[in-house]
């Protein structure tokens, strides 16, 4: 199985930037493609973006496109999360997610592996 951390949620200003990171450790992170999800106050676990094996493939929630780019770096066994332009409705806690499938899945239960999630407010 694979453990996963994320990291670099903050306080930001609306309008700001944020990059994410999810280090993996216990197998070969480029055995699993990755997802972002994020669940904010009251709310359900939301899809954010998802990536394949190789990086090679992306997927994205709508309200993230344009803002939002995933990415990997497979010999550093992490994942990443750009968010530009963000907005108050982005405050979340932002979770990374893994599974072994081909595709990059938007939904939770696709996914066997959690980190503990990292607090992302953005303030307006």
């Known amino acids: 199985q694979v453990q996963l951390v994320e990291s670099g949620g903050r306080l930001v200003q609306a309008g700001g930037s944020l990059r994410l990171s999810c280090a993996a450790s216990g197998r070969t992170f480029s055995s699993y493609a990755m997802g972002w999800f994020r669940q904010g106050p009251g709310k359900e676990r939301e899809f954010v973006a998802a990536i394949n094996r190789s990086g090679g493939s992306t997927n994205y929630a709508d309200s993230g496109k344009g803002r939002f780019t995933i990415s990997r770096d497979n010999a550093k066994n992490t994942g990443y999360l750009q968010m530009n332009s963000l907005k108050p409705e982005d405050t979340a806690v932002y979770y990374c997610?893994?599974?072994?499938?081909?595709?990059?899945?938007?939904?939770?239960?696709?996914?066997?592996?959690w980190g503990q999630g990292t607090q992302v407010t953005v303030s307006s």
């Open positions: 997610a893994a599974n072994r499938l081909m595709v990059p899945r938007t939904t939770p239960n696709s996914y066997d592996y």
